[in-house]
């Protein structure tokens, strides 16, 4: 069996018309070439090693990203023509190749490996890897989110990720993200149906809502090579939104009735919910995630009907945790303009829920502190009337 010592020079040897290419187009001149190549051999050394961590193929892989990209602009500044991109993709291909191989069981890793190749358009590799990724890690709910923004994102196939979605649920039976995520998604594609609707003119009555509204953070793919290992972006917080959904097209099922249509007036979000709540996982904080979820989406028509729809379902369950006695506080306001003349009167029953609430739930502590939480954010509403102001204030000191 070779040692380590030989398996690098192997390596070594087939990037040698890459460097000849380098010297022969002067892209690099001879101590570069020289430093180039005993960074590479410090790497080959390394990860070849006894006791390599997938952390050194992901350092190896960033110095390589880096390399491309210097030898792109060098290109670029120096006017030099027929120089391939391709050698160096396909060595940082095959370093990711060789980490996943060596360690399977790293998701860090295989995520790193699916963004490079995202960001290379390298579809048939990125299927392949993805397939790959799922086939060991089934219960990543991290890998079906990922799988599912990419299908909406790069494709506009909303059958797809439905079904990256439904395949994900059925293995991931104990981490909430992944539901809330999907049923984040049906709600995003309700509420595109919905602003739809209003363009064509078919809901004239209510005016033209951005389905941005809803993002609650921004994305900047957070793949970086500044740094020696590749920034892995977050793919548990805030995975899909609203703006990936924009290539699907929606004309079809806007043109038709949603009263007549279950699909328009919510049932497939219900049907995610009430899957759930068979789940191991659920739990009142659960309950309060996918209700807060359904309410930030108020372009929905039928949104009262969810809403209230779940709500009956945890009053069912877990009539005096504090999460659902929150739930069943602020839904009077919820969907209400601040400035709307029905804003004081929903208002007026959260308080009267309030008070009914401290009288039954079974950790008056916790429950004070999420109503202080909310009714700060309330607070902090701009143009807000004065009168509203010192009832919230006054409400808030007494529940200190």
Request: proline fraction near 5%; hydrophobic fraction near 40%; glycine fraction near 4%.
């Amino acid at each position: 069996m070779s040692g380590a010592s030989d398996k690098a020079r192997f390596y070594l040897e087939q990037a040698v018309p890459q460097l000849q290419e380098f010297k022969e187009k002067k892209i690099f001149d001879d101590d570069e070439i020289r430093n180039l190549v005993k960074k590479r051999s410090d790497f080959e050394h390394k990860i070849l090693g006894r006791g390599s961590q997938p952390i050194d193929f992901a350092r190896y892989a960033a110095w390589e990203i880096s390399l491309e990209k210097l030898r792109q602009k060098r290109c670029k500044r120096l006017r030099i023509k027929g120089s391939s991109a391709y050698t160096g993709q396909a060595r940082t291909f095959q370093i990711f190749d060789r980490g996943t191989k060596k360690h399977p069981g790293d998701v860090a890793l295989w995520m790193s490996y699916l963004e490079y190749t995202r960001q290379e358009k390298a579809t048939k590799k990125f299927k392949s890897v993805l397939t790959s990724a799922i086939r060991l890690h089934p219960t990543q709910s991290e890998l079906w989110l990922y799988a599912a923004r990419w299908t909406l994102e790069s494709e506009a196939d909303m059958n797809g990720a439905r079904s990256y979605m439904q395949r994900g649920a059925r293995f991931c039976t104990q981490n909430k993200d992944l539901w809330i995520e999907y049923a984040k998604l049906e709600m995003i594609y309700l509420a595109k149906i919905a602003m739809r609707r209003r363009i064509l003119g078919l809901d004239a009555d209510e005016p033209v809502e951005a389905l941005e509204n809803t993002e609650g953070a921004t994305d900047d793919g957070g793949f970086s090579t500044t740094a020696d290992v590749i920034a892995i972006p977050n793919f548990k917080t805030n995975t899909l939104r609203p703006s990936m959904i924009n290539g699907v097209q929606v004309d079809s099922e806007a043109a038709k009735d949603p009263i007549a249509t279950s699909a328009l007036n919510g049932a497939i979000p219900l049907a995610i919910f009430d899957a759930a709540r068979k789940q191991p996982f659920f739990c009142p904080a659960a309950a309060e995630d996918f209700f807060d979820m359904f309410a930030s989406f108020t372009q929905v028509r039928c949104l009262p009907k969810i809403l209230q729809y779940v709500l009956d379902s945890m009053m069912e369950s877990y009539p005096r945790d504090p999460c659902i006695c929150s739930c069943y506080i602020r839904q009077p306001v919820l969907g209400i303009e601040p400035m709307s003349p029905e804003f004081p009167i929903a208002v007026g029953s959260t308080l009267d829920r309030l008070k009914e609430s401290m009288g039954t739930a079974n950790d008056k502590a916790e429950l004070s502190r999420k109503m202080k939480a909310w009714f700060e954010q309330i607070l902090g509403l701009e143009e807000l009337d004065p009168g509203i102001q010192t009832v919230i204030r006054h409400t808030t000191k007494k529940l200190e």
